[in-house]
């Protein structure tokens, strides 16, 4: 059974920083390529940043690009999503999933979730 755990969520003031960890258990980490998405009250999922199956690639939606960065352990089947110079807009909850696919961006192609860590920025 495959399990996805998030941790480091928190409340941080407006310009902090935050480190998310995603924890997987139940199928090799270096197999998948591994994104993270969030959605905040009242509004879609969206895609937020993923990483290669190796770590050598990533990509990041245009609102996070320079102010996050993704990287993974996979001897430690552990992903990690370092958050900086956080907004207000940031706030919602974090998510981590896996895929198979190439196709990061859709939330359609990830087979496995997290329950997701809440994110807040207050301003």
């Known amino acids: 059974q495959v399990q996805l755990v998030e941790s480091g969520g928190g409340l941080v003031q407006a310009g902090g920083s935050l480190r998310l960890s995603c924890a997987a258990s139940g199928r090799t980490l270096s197999r998948y390529n591994m994104g993270w998405f969030r959605q905040a009250p009242g509004k879609e999922r969206e895609f937020g940043a993923a990483?290669?199956?190796?770590?050598?690639?990533?990509l990041y939606a245009d609102a996070v690009k320079g102010r996050f960065s993704l990287s993974r352990d996979n001897a430690k089947n552990t992903v990690y999503l370092q958050l900086n110079s956080l907004k207000p807009a940031d706030t919602a909850v974090y998510y981590c999933?896996?895929?198979?696919?190439?196709?990061?961006?859709?939330?359609?192609?990830?087979?496995?979730w997290g329950q997701g860590t809440q994110v807040t920025v207050s301003s």
């Open positions: 999933a896996m895929t198979y696919s190439d196709y990061v961006y859709g939330r359609n192609e990830y087979a496995y």
């Open positions: 990483v290669s199956r190796s770590g050598g690639s990533t």
